[in-house]
């Protein structure tokens, strides 16, 4: 009489659900963005939600020559000129913190409107009616994790530089 063998049984192990298209789970923050190239930024503005309105005090980064060994070396030199903003959500404005005190200066209203840069939702900083030194400077921000905002400057309708901004908690 013949007899048959059953295959040894092999451990279960559970795998690994495939990663979701999308953004990466890796966790954001303004030195992780101040590292980025431009066409990264670029990516990463285009691929998120304009998010909540910012309410109350955010830290400022500002990211100039994106993608080179000099972004990491000017961010603190221009964060001595600007430190944040001062978000107040019940009038629809802000205030620049600027100059090594955070002295609260320079104007700008706060609303929602398409982005110069890809059409899609962003929330905008306007100077334009609120300041006479920035008349030519909007910003446009959007969300790209909790608290954590990444923003785009156009001079007179030109893309300038990117600044990150995070909420104090």
Not at 19 to 41: E, Y
Not at 151 to 162: F, H, Q
């Amino acid at each position: 009489m013949a007899t048959t063998r059953t295959p040894p049984k092999r451990p279960t192990t559970k795998r690994a659900a495939p990663k979701a298209a999308g953004r990466t789970k890796t966790k954001l923050d303004p030195g992780k963005l101040l590292a980025m190239n431009q066409k990264q930024l670029d990516a990463l503005f285009r691929s998120s939600p304009a998010g909540a309105t910012p309410k109350g005090v955010a830290n400022g980064t500002v990211i100039a020559a994106a993608g080179t060994p000099a972004a990491r070396a000017l961010a603190p030199i221009l964060g001595l000129a600007w430190r944040g903003k001062v978000f107040n959500p019940s009038k629809h404005d802000l205030l620049n913190r600027i100059l090594p005190i955070g002295l609260r200066a320079v104007r700008a209203k706060v609303y929602r409107e398409e982005s110069w840069f890809d059409g899609k939702d962003a929330i905008i900083l306007d100077y334009s009616k609120s300041s006479l030194l920035a008349r030519g400077i909007r910003d446009e921000i959007r969300e790209v994790a909790p608290g954590l905002y990444l923003g785009i400057v156009y001079v007179r309708r030109m893309k300038t530089i990117n600044f990150v901004l995070q909420l104090s908690t």
